[in-house]
Each structure stands twice: as C-alpha cells, then as structure tokens.
C-alpha cells in the first residue's frame, strides 16, 4: 500500500519499522553494531554514515510524515539545523533568517557564520515583504520558523516557498512546534524540513535528536556534509525514538485539545497581559494559521500582569513543571529571557519582543482542569507574595 494513502496513527505505528524476521518479535529488533561487513554486501554500514538498520528505517517513518522523499536523523536539532544550513551556504554566500525564532538558532548564526565567511540577514519581520526586502544577489537560502519560538508568530509557508524559488534561493523551515501532526511544509513548496526531534517526535523528555526531511536530491546534499562532521546519533536512542513515535499523532492532539482550551482560559484571566496562540481568534494570524496547520498546536505564550514576578509564579506551580525544553508528555513552563534566548543580548531580547514577563507553555497530556487549578492557584499565592 502508498504511504500516502495511510493515515497518520498507521504512518506512526507501521511505516520505518524493521521486521524481526530471526524471532518474529512485534517491534523492531535493536542493532547496536558499530562495526558491519563490508564485502559482497548491497550497503556498507557505518554509524557516521546514517545508514545503520535503526537509523535507515526511522528516517523512513520521518520522511512519510512530513510527505517527504527522504530523511535523516541527527544527534541534536542545532546538529539537523547546522549540518543543513551548511549544506546549501559556502563562503560568500548570504541567508535571509526570520527574526522571531528559536534562540540556539540565532546564536549559530550570530557566532559562527562569519568563521565560514557566510553572510547573514534577520529580517525586521515575519511578513513576506520583510523577507524580499532583505534578499541580496548572493542569497541561497531563506530560513523560516512558524509557529515561531516562543511568540508563536505566523509566517505564510507558500508565499515564502513561492518567493524563493521565484529567485532560485532554497527554502527551509524549523518545523518543531507544529510536529508533522499539525504542519507539513514540503506541501506548501517548502524545500527543505527539520525538527528538533528531541520535542514532539521523543515526546518522553529523554530523547536528543533532530532530523531533516526533503527530496533525495537535497538529502543527498545534506548526506555528504554529514558524513565529515559526524552529528550521528548512538542506535539506542534511534530505537528509543522510533518507539516513541508510534504515539506521536495520538499524544500531540490530546497536547493539541489541551492548548486550545488553556489558551482560551488564559485570555479571559484578568492577571494575564497577553497570551500569545494562533488557535485564538484574536491572534493576527489566526486565519493564515487555520489555512497552513491541521490544527493550532500545544505550545503557547503569555505575559503576566505587571507587579506579578514571573519567575516568583513559576515557583508555586505545583503540577505544571518550571524545566527546560518543551513537548513532552508533562507540562511544562519557562521564561525564555533566562533560557531558550539568554544566550541574546537584554537590546536583542527587546527588538524581538520578549520581555521579562513573558513564560513559555509547553502544554502535555494531563487533565485540562488540572492544569487550569494550578496556575489559578499558583497566581493567587504569587499576587499575595507581591503585594503584602
């Protein structure tokens, strides 16, 4: 049967699964070999390389999932981001990056491009103009992140796709808070797709990984880059991996459901100044999300009222867990302008709009008035802190 004509539980449970032919086992045998035969064989195997049994067959499940032709899995989602950036850019070569994004990202760039004489471009916005109008003659690649991290900034996928192939430039996209549940960017004329694996698709918070998805004629590309910097990820952890993601469609529409209505809860509480969704109808780009996503995703952001100690708040939470990284089963919050993007300078924090108050919502699979009576509680003990 096509993989394009399985739906996506099947995609997640079935497809990239190595069948136990020795024992007839119901899940896919681990291979922890490092070291393979090389002679009168079709493959020669090497972890460094991407090719060993765990590692071919779940890249195989990432590229069904994104309607891709081919896929790779990294040790981290800045090696995915990196080893593909590097890719398609060389010395005297130009990027137009998104200015709303992940932290990591920006840093990358900011501190290592100009060691590989690579010139660089974060756009003044997210709209379409921003991104033609910071385009030079030696740009090749244009690098996007919708939903963005952590404002949730929509950014059109097919008028930038559009654009770039209009001037022969690659597209490519930061596709982790969306997870291929929500969002598939090669549909829209994307080139070029990555995930920090570690979020959605590991789910569990115990996974590093990343992963790339495109056609093989780029992958190829990406693959002979890889080879040389060795980003690979131990089988252990592929194995661990594609378990993890024969629930992937199922946990992320429960975090999905949940997101929706603590987003709505949120918007109406008088302590909090803003809440930052593309599933609310106040959101500027509601409709353009509700045109590019299946549905809104789990992960959201809100300010607190002034006079309101975000970190202060964090502390009362009981059940919501104040941690690192996001998209796991648990929820979880954070302040971005002491994690994610403390890497950034105060005046560049400012510039992209994230303020001290602001706390990023990684929204997990719990009950939705569980984790409603937790922030309510945690809210009402931190205003009582404050104002005695």
Same mark, same amino acid.
């Given at each position: 049967?096509?993989?394009?004509?399985?739906?996506?539980?099947?995609?997640?449970?079935?497809?990239?699964?190595?069948?136990?032919?020795?024992?007839?086992?119901?899940?896919?045998?681990?291979?922890?070999?490092?070291? @393979?035969?090389?002679?009168?064989?079709?493959?020669?195997? @090497?972890?460094?390389?991407?090719?060993?049994?765990?590692?071919?067959?779940?890249?195989?499940?990432?590229?069904?999932?994104?309607?891709?032709?081919?896929?790779?899995?990294?040790?981290?989602?800045?090696?995915?981001?990196?080893?593909?950036?590097?890719?398609?850019?060389?010395?005297?070569?130009?990027?137009?990056?998104?200015?709303? #994004?992940?932290?990591?990202?920006?840093?990358?760039?900011?501190?290592?491009?100009? &060691?590989?004489?690579?010139?660089?471009?974060? /756009? +003044?916005?997210?709209?379409?103009?921003?991104?033609?109008?910071?385009?030079?003659? *030696? /740009?090749?690649?244009?690098?996007?992140?919708?939903?963005? *991290?952590?404002?949730?900034?929509?950014?059109?996928?097919?008028?930038?796709?559009?654009?770039?192939?209009?001037?022969?430039?690659?597209?490519?996209?930061?596709?982790?808070?969306?997870?291929?549940?929500?969002?598939?960017?090669?549909?829209?004329?994307?080139?070029?797709?990555?995930?920090?694996?570690?979020?959605?698709?590991?789910?569990?918070?115990?996974?590093?990984?990343?992963?790339?998805?495109?056609?093989?004629?780029?992958?190829?590309?990406?693959? *002979?880059?890889?080879?040389? !910097?060795?980003?690979? !990820?131990?089988?252990?952890?592929?194995?661990?991996?594609?378990?993890?993601? &024969?629930?992937?469609?199922?946990?992320?529409?429960?975090?999905?459901?949940?997101?929706?209505?603590?987003?709505?809860?949120?918007?109406?509480?008088?302590?909090?100044?803003?809440? @930052?969704?593309?599933? !609310?109808?106040?959101?500027?780009?509601?409709?353009?999300?509700?045109?590019?996503?299946?549905?809104?995703?789990?992960?959201?952001?809100?300010?607190?009222?002034?006079?309101?100690?975000?970190?202060?708040?964090?502390?009362?939470?009981?059940?919501?867990?104040?941690?690192?990284? #996001?998209?796991?089963?648990?929820? /979880?919050?954070?302040?971005?302008?002491?994690?994610?993007?403390?890497?950034?300078?105060?005046?560049?924090? +400012?510039?992209?709009?994230?303020?001290?108050? !602001?706390?990023?919502?990684?929204?997990?699979?719990?009950?939705?008035?569980?984790?409603? *009576?937790?922030?309510?509680?945690?809210?009402?003990?931190?205003?009582?802190?404050?104002?005695?």
């Amino acid at each position: 049967m096509s993989k394009k004509k399985l739906g996506i539980h099947t995609i997640c449970t079935h497809v990239g699964e190595i069948k136990d032919e020795q024992f007839k086992g119901a899940i896919s045998p681990m291979y922890l070999s490092t070291s @393979y035969e090389f002679d009168n064989v079709d493959v020669k195997r @090497y972890p460094r390389y991407f090719n060993t049994p765990n590692q071919e067959y779940l890249s195989k499940k990432i590229a069904a999932l994104e309607r891709a032709e081919a896929a790779m899995i990294f040790g981290s989602g800045m090696a995915a981001i990196s080893h593909m950036f590097l890719a398609f850019l060389q010395k005297g070569d130009h990027i137009v990056v998104q200015n709303t #994004l992940y932290g990591g990202t920006s840093n990358f760039i900011r501190e290592e491009f100009h &060691k590989y004489g690579i010139e660089y471009t974060f /756009t +003044d916005g997210y709209a379409v103009s921003d991104f033609e109008a910071a385009i030079q003659s *030696n /740009t090749k690649v244009i690098h996007i992140e919708t939903p963005s *991290n952590p404002l949730l900034t929509i950014t059109d996928i097919k008028a930038i796709a559009n654009l770039a192939r209009s001037r022969g430039i690659i597209s490519t996209i930061d596709n982790t808070f969306a997870s291929p549940v929500n969002q598939n960017p090669l549909d829209f004329g994307i080139d070029v797709v990555m995930h920090s694996a570690t979020k959605y698709l590991g789910g569990h918070s115990d996974i590093l990984a990343g992963a790339v998805a495109s056609t093989q004629e780029h992958m190829d590309r990406i693959w *002979n880059v890889s080879k040389n !910097l060795g980003g690979s !990820l131990s089988d252990m952890t592929v194995w661990m991996l594609e378990r993890s993601m &024969k629930t992937l469609a199922l946990r992320v529409k429960a975090q999905t459901k949940n997101a929706k209505k603590l987003a709505r809860f949120l918007d109406k509480h008088e302590d909090i100044a803003t809440v @930052y969704y593309p599933g !609310l109808k106040s959101h500027p780009q509601h409709q353009l999300a509700k045109a590019q996503m299946h549905d809104f995703g789990a992960m959201l952001s809100f300010e607190l009222v002034e006079g309101i100690d975000a970190m202060a708040f964090q502390k009362q939470l009981h059940l919501i867990k104040s941690s690192m990284s #996001l998209a796991g089963v648990e929820s /979880t919050m954070l302040l971005p302008s002491e994690t994610s993007h403390a890497l950034l300078t105060q005046e560049q924090r +400012d510039a992209v709009g994230i303020s001290n108050q !602001l706390i990023r919502f990684s929204v997990g699979i719990e009950n939705f008035k569980d984790l409603k *009576n937790d922030i309510k509680q945690a809210i009402a003990k931190t205003k009582i802190a404050s104002f005695a």
